[in-house]
């Protein structure tokens, strides 16, 4: 089947550490995405991908990176630059061109440090 | 960007038409609006999307007024399992052409039997 994969689905760090999280799709999207939700908040876009090998910032790219190597995965880094990690993580794809498109979700990933 | 404002909570009838309304006044001529909906930790589940008619798919109906300046998500026969946090969406342009998507806080609609 069709879909996008973020894994884990619970993540546990200790403060200070630096922690990755997957996100695989193979619905051959260009586009990827990176998207941080605390409780009872909507969604903030943390990072964004056209295309292999480019990524652009979104609106709280600080203390987190990414890379896409591949068309496939999207692995977004929570590195201990970030103050407030903990927080429910969503990646999405789209493909790219026109504005006619819609986004598929992961089923996301709650990283908790302590 | 095109902003969006949505209620924060609404209530239905179970079997009864929920209709969530957008304002969206800031759009522009070339921006669709989309609906995505999210059932308590998971992630978001695309339901419709339009441009300036009037659009029906098997989960619900977009209604966009003639000045696309707002817009109303129909979700005809409303069940128990609709009960989620709506997002009303105006999808933006970003750098070289990367298809932004930004959400903000979305209506809580809870299903009441």
């Known amino acids: 089947d069709g879909g996008i994969t973020q894994s884990p689905k619970y993540l546990f760090r200790k403060e200070g550490q630096n922690v990755t999280l997957s996100c695989e799709q193979n619905l051959n999207h260009d586009a990827m995405y990176w998207y941080r939700q605390d409780p009872g908040q909507g969604l903030r876009l943390i990072y964004y991908s056209q295309i292999v090998n480019d990524f652009q910032k979104g609106d709280i790219a600080e203390g987190y990176s990414v890379s896409r190597e591949k068309k496939e995965s999207f692995p977004l880094t929570v590195t201990s630059a970030q103050k407030n990690p903990t927080a429910f993580y969503l990646c999405?794809?789209?493909?790219?061109?026109?504005?006619?498109?819609?986004?598929?979700f992961g089923q996301g990933t709650r990283l908790t440090v302590v | 960007d095109a902003k969006t404002t949505q209620p924060p909570s609404m209530d239905c009838a179970e079997g009864r038409a929920a209709n969530l309304p957008c304002n969206h006044s800031t759009i522009s001529g070339n921006e669709y609006v989309y609906w995505y909906r999210q059932i308590h930790s998971q992630g978001p589940q695309y339901i419709i999307h339009?441009?300036?008619n009037n659009e029906t798919n098997e989960m619900a109906s977009l209604i966009i007024t003639e000045d696309r300046k707002s817009s109303t998500l129909i979700l005809p026969h409303a069940t128990l399992r609709d009960t989620a946090v709506y997002y009303c969406?105006?999808?933006?342009?970003?750098?070289?052409?990367?298809?932004?998507?930004?959400f903000g806080q979305g209506t809580r609609l809870t299903i009441n039997p």
């Open positions: 999405a794809s789209s493909i790219v061109g026109g504005l006619n498109t819609e986004a598929f």
């Open positions: 339009g441009l300036k």
């Open positions: 969406i105006v999808r933006v342009s970003g750098i070289q052409g990367a298809q932004k998507l930004v």
